[in-house]
């Protein structure tokens, strides 16, 4: 990925003090922009960049189509499903239901970005659309099912995972991705537990951590916590030995005592450690921008991807909310390495998550 560092002060919007610059594995390519002090430039040596080397900071601000109205502090909806199939119920969406959820999506302006890239800050998304998150709690069956048809095992179309890759090839700009957060049974139907994980992977969707007993974190200690996490990531771990999982779906929502986070955090079981970079609670409300300071990663909201029982909450009153312009939603400006804002939200740019990135703010 293109790596354009250039650090501004942004000192009189946020009070915040300028960003650390850490040195990159690769080191960026920089020319000075003419009116940002000697003391906040990165400079570099690596010239091969050539593409990036004469942009100067106005040449990327000026780049941003702003016609679009950016906005990458408003909200995220990280959507939280678990099965799909015959009965719909809270925890269950039919699969017309499901197709009738990624239509609305996609028509209404959402692009699928992978949780593991909002854990980071890293907001591909194009310019103009709104980022939108899907997670899978459980590691359900029929979120990757196979079926027998004429004597051969094939992809379930009506499954999770074969509506999302019917999606796929009917709008490839969609971006489909999703989560899957697994307990000891990955998608049932064991004997083919290789062939799936192998698939999930190659195809470009995640897996993470639902825990191996499914208890409220909020009863365990660290070393239970630790137990929790760490055999359901060598479980994985058996199949996918160079797969790290780093996101954890909390199961029931519970979170862990405080003293105890941050075991959830941070670990090792039999030998393997681990790292979790995003834990999600249970759904009732979006997220807000990775960029912003209300945003916690170790206790994520989600929106329930249900129409019933939701009490407003599900996904069409959040959906109808941002068609009538109640509540904000994230608007990308189409450069990962650019943060553009409205002025009015500034005061909640978090610049430990901008980091390196090249902030726009605008009246
Ligand atoms: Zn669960």
């Known amino acids: ?3 354009i560092i250039i650090l501004i002060a942004l000192l009189m919007m946020t009070g915040c003090t300028a960003p650390t610059a850490e040195t990159p594995e690769e080191p960026p390519v920089v020319e000075a922009p003419v009116d940002v002090h000697p003391e906040e430039q990165e400079t570099d040596t690596d010239k091969s960049n050539e593409e990036d080397k004469d942009l100067t900071e106005e040449d990327i601000i000026a780049s941003i189509d702003m016609s679009l109205n950016p906005n990458e ?14 009965e719909e119920s809270v925890w269950q969406r039919t699969p017309d ?24 800050g890293e907001i591909k998304t194009e310019a103009g659309f709104t980022p939108i998150i899907l997670t899978f709690d459980d590691g359900r069956q029929n979120n990757f099912n196979f079926i027998e048809v004429n004597g051969e095992m094939v992809l379930d179309p009506d499954c999770a995972v074969g509506i999302m890759e019917e999606f796929k090839n009917k709008y ?8 899957f957060f697994l307990g000891t049974n990955p998608f049932g139907q064991k004997e083919y537990a290789q062939e799936k994980l192998d698939w ?7 897996l993470g951590n639902h825990t191996y007993s499914h208890n409220e974190m909020s009863k365990l200690n660290s070393d239970e916590i630790q ?69 916690n990663f170790n206790s994520l909201y989600r ?8 009490d407003n909450c599900g ?15 994230f608007i990308s400006d189409g450069n990962p390495d650019v943060v553009t804002i409205p002025k009015r939200h500034s005061e909640y740019l978090n610049m430990d998550i901008v980091e390196d990135r090249l902030v726009n703010v605008y009246e």
């Open 303 to 310: 929106v329930t991807a249900s129409e019933i029982n939701v």
């Open 172 to 179: 490839p700009d969609f971006n489909v991705t999703a989560s």
């Open 73 to 86: 502090l408003g909200e995220i909806m990280i959507l939280m499903y678990h099965g799909v199939g015959p």
């Open 315 to 329: 996904i069409y009153d959040y959906f109808k909310s941002y068609e009538d312009n109640i509540r904000e939603r």
């Open 227 to 295: 137990i929790e996490i760490g055999s359901v990531n060598n479980i994985i771990k058996q199949y996918l030995p160079d797969y790290v999982v780093e996101t954890l779906a909390l199961p029931h929502g519970s979170n862990p005592k405080d003293e105890f986070i941050e075991s959830m955090l941070k670990g090792e079981y039999e030998g393997n450690k681990y790292e979790t970079i995003a834990v999600l609670d249970v759904g009732w409300r979006p997220s807000y921008s990775p960029f912003d300071t209300l945003t």
């Open 200 to 206: 999930i992977i190659d195809n470009g969707y995640d």
């Open 1 to 3: 990925m293109k790596k």
């Open 97 to 120: 239901n499901f197709r009738k959820d990624l239509e609305y999506m996609y028509q209404n302006g959402y692009r699928m970005i992978s949780l593991n890239d909002y854990a980071k």
